[in-house]
Antibody, heavy 118, light 110 residues
Framework: EVQVVESGGDLVQPGGSLRLSCAASGFSVSSHYVSWVRQSPGKRLEWVSIIYAGGEEFYADSVKGRFTISRDTSHNTVYLQMNSLRVEDTAIYYC????????????WGQGTLVTVSS | VMTQSPVSLPVTLGQPASISCRSS???????????LNWFHQRPGQPPRRLIHKVSNRDSGVPDRFSGSGSGTDFTLNISRVEAEDVGVFYCMQGSYWPWTFGQGTKVEIK
């Protein structure tokens, strides 16, 4: 059974850093794309980043240069390193085996909450 | 930019409902496909995709949900609203990065 489970969400001060983890089971992160999608307190959804099987990465303009997606195949885990955090980065962060095409079934985690506040 | 209407939709159980989604540019990709998806989100749950590529229902999605449209204008129809349909519906374009969502349509029972 395919599952993704997020962890690492926390309260952090503006300018701080945080690393989110997405533990995958039922598939290999080296063979499939994995995305991070966030939902702000106002419920707006934003596709933050995706890493493809071949290693290609894409980022939303709002996080480019501050966030980095990566994967550890030995732990079958995808990470989102978030630096220079801003108040507007406050959101629930979902990990998903999903992409924009809809060509394959998607799988979403329950999300992890990141709060950026002083 | 993806714009949905209405923002709020009170509906009567058993009655039809319709949600509109408009894109600021054509969503026809260079491969000829139109990557327009519809998601449903219940409170406290992650989004669940219902429809992909305009009109293709995902596995397990009831056939009361249907999608239509082309180019820049798209519609999600629910033939008979059921209690489990409450929540927020989002359209999302996957044709051009950055992929973007509409602002959502909140469906509630009258």
């Amino acid at each position: 059974e395919v599952q993704v489970v997020e962890s690492g969400g926390d309260l952090v001060q503006p300018g701080g850093s945080l690393r989110l983890s997405c533990a995958a089971s039922g598939f290999s992160v080296s063979s499939h794309y994995v995305s991070w999608v966030r939902q702000s307190p106002g419920k707006r959804l934003e596709w933050v980043s995706i890493i493809y099987a071949g290693g290609e990465e894409f980022y939303a303009d709002s996080v480019k240069g501050r966030f980095t997606i990566s994967r550890d195949t030995s732990h079958n885990t995808v990470y989102l390193q978030m630096n220079s955090l801003r108040v507007e980065d406050t959101a629930i962060y979902y990990c998903a085996r999903a992409d924009g095409s809809g060509n394959y079934r998607d799988y979403w985690g329950q999300g992890t909450l990141v709060t950026v506040s002083s | 930019v993806m714009t949905q209407s209405p923002v709020s939709l009170p509906v009567t159980l058993g009655q039809p409902a319709s949600i509109s989604c408009r894109s600021s540019q054509s969503l026809v990709y260079t491969d000829g496909n139109t990557y327009l998806n519809w998601f449903h989100q219940r409170p406290g749950q992650p989004p669940r995709r219902l429809i992909h590529k305009v009109s293709n229902r995902d596995s397990g999605v009831p056939d009361r949900f249907s999608g239509s449209g082309s180019g820049t204008d798209f519609t999600l129809n629910i033939s008979r609203v059921e209690a489990e349909d409450v929540g927020v519906f989002y359209c999302m374009q996957g044709s051009y990065w950055p992929w973007t969502f509409g602002q959502g349509t909140k469906v509630e029972i009258k």
